[in-house]
C-alpha cells in the first residue's frame, strides 16, 4: 500500500465501518490519483468549476491576494504590515517590532497557531487549506485561470496537449509559460519584501546588480522554486511536501466538518436510464447519484470523494458544486455531497463539541490570554543594568557611598526615546555619566550611571536596587540590581 495514500477519515466513506451498500473500487488506496500503475505522473486536466461555493472562494481570493501583495507596502506607525527578516532578527507583525530578546512572545504564539491549526481542524476538516492556503488561491484562481483563458477548458487542454507540435500550439504554450514566469517573479519578489523589507528590494533592483549579488540569487530562486510549483509541480505540492493532510487522520473524528459524499442517499450509484422515474430507480434500489464522475472530473488533486475522506482532498468544493449543478439538471435535492460530518450523515446528528474540542479550545484560549498578557505588557524597550566591571565601591565625602554602573538600553520603536532613570525602592541619587540618554529608533544606547547611597539605607554587603526607566514621564520598565558596600562585621 503506498505510504502516501492512506490517509482516510475513520468513518466517512468505506473502508471505516460505514461501509456504503455500493462502494467505489478499493484500488483507490494502493495508488496515487497523479501517477499511472508505473509510477509515472499523470497529468491532471480538471474542468473548469462554477458555483456558489467557487463564486465564494473567488472573491475571497480577490480579498487575500490584495492583502498579499499590498502587505510589504502598507505601514503601520512608519512600520511594514510584515516583515520577517530572519537575517537581522528583526521582525515587525501590524506595525510592531519584535526583536530576540521578544523571543518568548513568539513561542507562545508558535504554540498559539499549532493549538488554533488543531481545534480548527477537528471542528471544521481542511477549512484551510480550500479556503485560505496561498498555494491553493494562486494555483486555482491565479495560474489556473490563465490556462483555462489560453487552452480552454479541460476537454480542449488534452487534446492540446496530444497535439502534434505547431506553431499554435507553441504560442499559446509559450505565452502561457511566459506569463506564469512573470507571475511567479512576482510573487518571489512580494516573498522577498516580506524578507528583507521593500526599501532593500528595491534598492536591489534599481541598483548596480553586481553590489548585490546575494540578493539576486534569492529573488533567481523564488522566482524559479514558484514557477516550479505552479507551473509543473501543482497538487504535488499539497500530496508529497505539505504535512498537513497526513495529520487529518490524528486530527480529525466523526464530528468534524469536512467534504463529504451522503452515501445513505447517494448509493447504490448507477446511470440514469431514458424516461425512467425516481420511483422506478428507487423501487431498484438506486439512489440519488447518476455515477456521472462530475465531482472526480473536476476536482484539482483527481480523486473521487465519493471514496470518503482521502489525504488529497484540499476541501477547495469543486465536487460540491458540480454535484449540485448536476442534481439540479436531474430534479433531485442539492446537497448529495456537501460539508457534513460522519454522524450528520450517519445518524443526522449536528456538529457537536466533544471532550477532546472542548480541551483543545480550553487550551486556545489559555494560550490567547498568555499571548494577549504579554503582548500588552510589553515594554517599548529592553534596558538592563550591570555594575561597572573591574571597580569597587566608594566613600564619598559627604559619607555617602557610590557604586558605577553600565547601562544598555535598546528601543523596540522606530520613534526617538528619551530616558530618565529614577531610584525606586531607596532614597539616593543617581547620576547618568555625560549627556541625557536619547535612544534612537531600533538602536542601542549605553551609557554610564553613578548611584550613591547613604549608610542609613545600605545594608551589609549587598543593597538590592530598583530602578524606574521613564520616557516622557511615563515608566517603561523596571530594573533589578545590587549596591556593593562595606561589609559589617559580625
Known sequence: ?????????RGIGPGSGATPPNPGPEDFRNRLSTADQ??????????????RFHQARAWLSVVLLAIMFAG????IHGNPLLLLNIVERKFVILGQIFWPQDMIIFAVALLVYITGIIVFTAAYGRLWCGWLCPQTVLMEMVFRKIEYLLEGDAHKQRALARSP????????????????????????????????????????????PAKHLEGLGFMSLFTLVFYGIFARFREQACTFICPYGRLQSTLL???????AYDYNRGELRGRLSRNQTWDQRKAVGRGDCIDCKECVNVCPTGIDIRNGTQMECVHCTACIDACDDVMVRVSRPKG???????NG??????LRVTPRLAGYTVLLFALGGLLAFLLFSRSDVEATILRAQGTLFQKMPDGQFSNLYTIRVVNKTSREIPIELKLENVPGELQVMGKEIVVAPQKLAQTSVLIKLPTTVMKSGTTPLVVGVYANGRKLQTVKTGFIGPREDR
Open 165 to 208: 507540435w505547431n506553431a499554435g500550439k507553441i504560442l499559446r504554450k509559450g505565452v502561457k509559460h511566459a506569463l506564469f514566469f512573470a507571475l511567479s517573479f512576482v510573487i518571489g519578489n512580494t516573498l522577498l519584501a516580506y524578507i528583507i523589507g521593500t526599501e532593500q528590494l528595491f534598492q536591489i533592483i534599481t541598483d548596480n
Open 38 to 51: 508505473e509510477g509515472r505522473r499523470k497529468w491532471l486536466f480538471p474542468r473548469k468549476p462554477h458555483g
Open 1 to 9: 500500500m503506498s505510504s502516501t495514500h492512506t490517509s482516510s477519515l
Open 253 to 259: 473524528d466523526e464530528n468534524s466538518i469536512v467534504v
Open 345 to 350: 450523515i450517519e445518524k443526522s446528528e449536528p
Open 72 to 75: 510589504p507596502f502598507v505601514r
Open 336 to 342: 448529495l455531497i456537501r460539508y457534513a460530518s460522519l
